[in-house]
T-cell receptor, first 109, second 119 residues
């Protein structure tokens, strides 16, 4: 079966750094996405990785290791507005997007 | 850009009525559109995938006669919830794939969602 695992909830402090991990087991791999979803809103696209390594985009970075079936989203200089759920999703061999359940990130002042 | 709109954003209706939700890609042509449902504090649940000009593919457990999907053009898909009941109350979100510039071709861009409350 296809499976994506990420922590249910994480807490971090404003100004700090947090790393949200995602492990996956899917039938094939055509890339991994990270989305941000604020409570009551739809998801918004953050990043896409298809090759191993780190992709940096401002305060957010995403890392992928295909051999380990592992990715992380790194958020730096945390702001209160970063409180949201972060969804990991993998594009499988049929180009179907397999969604993780999301990690709720709570930022404390 | 990659803007997807949804209309209406809120619907309150009586049990037994039908509700139509529109999803439009405003600045790109979407070869594929997706319809999701999300209950409070739960993850996204894919309901169906639709390609322009062809019949939608429904996920297991989703009644195609209850949730009618039409994808008449590369910028518009509609979801009609027929004979709605209170258990259909949920957050319905569409996404579009195929041409936004923020990510690769496979990126799904989401509409703002429609909250449906069936009384």
């Amino acid at each position: 079966g296809q499976n994506i695992d990420q922590p249910t909830e994480m807490t971090a402090t404003e100004g700090a750094i947090v790393q949200i991990n995602c492990t996956y087991q899917t039938s094939g791999f055509n890339g991994l996405f990270w989305y941000q979803q604020h409570a009551g809103e739809a998801p918004t696209f953050l990043s896409y990785n298809v090759l191993d390594g780190l992709e940096e985009k401002g305060r957010f970075s995403s890392f992928l290791s295909r051999s380990k079936g592992y990715s992380y989203l790194l958020l730096k200089e945390l702001q209160m507005k970063d409180s949201a759920s972060y969804l990991c999703a993998v594009l499988d061999s049929n180009y179907q997007l397999i969604w993780g359940a999301g990690t709720k990130l709570i930022i404390k002042p | 850009g990659a803007v997807v709109s949804q209309h209406p954003s809120w619907v309150i209706c009586k049990s037994g009525t039908s509700v139509k939700i529109e999803c439009r890609s405003l600045d790109f042509q979407a070869t594929t559109m997706f319809w999701y449902r999300q209950f409070p504090k739960q993850s996204l649940m894919l309901m169906a995938t639709s390609n322009e000009g062809s019949k939608a593919t429904y996920e297991q457990g989703v009644e195609k006669d209850k949730f009618l999907i039409n994808h008449a053009s590369l910028t518009l898909s509609t979801l009609t919830v027929t004979s709605a009941h209170p258990e259909d109350s949920s957050f319905y979100i569409c996404s579009a794939r195929g041409g936004g510039r923020q990510g690769p071709q496979e990126t799904q861009y989401f509409g703002p969602g429609t909250r449906l409350l069936v009384l």
